[in-house]
């Protein structure tokens, strides 16, 4: 009698079913998408709150920028558009263009003050002691916490006329011309006031940052530059600013965009004030759109402010990125 023995089924069918996770289980391409899909459904909800709470109300602001609004069309609910003729007076007004030059001078000489000191307590914070650095840095923080608004209220009343601070103090170190002084009564003075309040406020966050990139500088690379005779300069130069340097690009990009749109210090100190001369771009679209009543021209300078930021910022970066690829 013959016996037949049946052959083992192919190890193709064998290497397939232990590739699945059984019955049910995801198999290697389900698991290999999920994960490539990981980080995009983990950014989603960022990039929903963005769109809604920015890229919504920057559309309804380009729209509005082509429309003549103003009380009238308000209350009537009636929507009248007008084309491009809010950008044409805008471009063609000369208080917007000196205006617009007053805010890039107003943020070179802030972005300027902010870097250097700011780069300067950083340093500070990294040759200090332990107990030093933890009380400079509370200050620091403390500093950077306050509210916008409470901070400039605050140097409104050191800078107020009869009973601020500042005033008192010139008055007893013997310029007794400035006991009653008004530092809201002149262009100058308002803004070395505003420029004092947004560098009090914007150095805690360049000394911090640029204290956090000291930290990552290996210690060895000060020794032999000891070693070669190098002195506090020349390590500063060769040793410390190489790998400050992304840092410092990336602070001020960021300095250039907070100063270039700080509405609340100026509109807060004197409205922009007086006769109108410390305005920059942010509050003269305020006051030229709620100010006037004339909503369409002010949404249309909104709109200008960002281009010409964006502007700024490219060219900018274009310079940072020239420089890398020139030290490649």
Not at 156 to 165: E, I, K, M, P, T
Not at 292 to 297: E, T, V
Request: glycine share 8%; aromatic share 12%.
């Amino acid at each position: 009698m013959t016996v037949q023995i049946e052959r083992p089924p192919s190890g193709t069918a064998d290497v397939r079913k232990g590739d699945g996770a059984g019955p049910g289980g995801p198999g290697p391409r389900t698991a290999s998408r999920a994960g490539a899909l990981a980080p995009y459904l983990l950014l989603l909800p960022a990039c929903v709150a963005t769109v809604l709470l920015l890229g919504w109300p920057l559309l309804k602001d380009f729209l509005l920028s082509f429309q003549n609004l103003n009380m009238t069309q308000l209350i009537q609910h009636v929507t009248e558009w007008n084309g491009i003729d809010n950008y044409k007076e805008a471009l063609t007004s000369e208080d917007f263009w000196r205006v617009t030059l007053r805010s890039i001078l107003f943020t070179a000489v802030n972005v300027a003050l902010i870097m250097v000191l700011g780069t300067l307590v950083g340093l500070l914070l990294a040759r200090l002691g332990r107990r030093m650095r933890v009380t400079l840095m509370i200050g620091l923080v403390l500093a950077w916490a306050m509210p916008v608004i409470a901070a400039t209220t605050v140097y409104q009343w050191l800078f107020a006329q009869r009973f601020g601070v500042v005033n008192w103090v010139l008055d007893r170190l013997g310029w007794h011309a400035m006991a009653d002084y008004s530092w809201t009564s002149s262009q100058m003075s308002t803004f070395f006031v505003i420029v004092v309040l947004i560098v009090w406020q914007s150095i805690p966050f360049v000394a911090i940052n640029l204290y956090a990139a000291t930290t990552t500088i290996p210690a060895e690379l000060y020794e032999a530059a000891a070693l070669d005779g190098a002195g506090a300069w020349r390590s500063f130069t060769t040793v410390t600013l190489p790998f400050l340097r992304p840092f410092l690009y990336a602070t001020t990009f960021l300095e250039i965009i907070w100063v270039f749109k700080a509405f609340v210090q100026v509109f807060a100190i004197n409205g922009g004030g007086p006769d109108r001369l410390t305005e920059i771009l942010p509050v003269y679209a305020y006051v030229e759109g709620v100010g006037n009543q004339h909503y369409g021209m002010g949404a249309a300078i909104a709109v200008l402010t960002i281009l010409i930021l964006l502007g700024l910022t490219a060219h900018y970066l274009r310079i940072v990125l020239k420089q890398e690829e020139d030290e490649l």
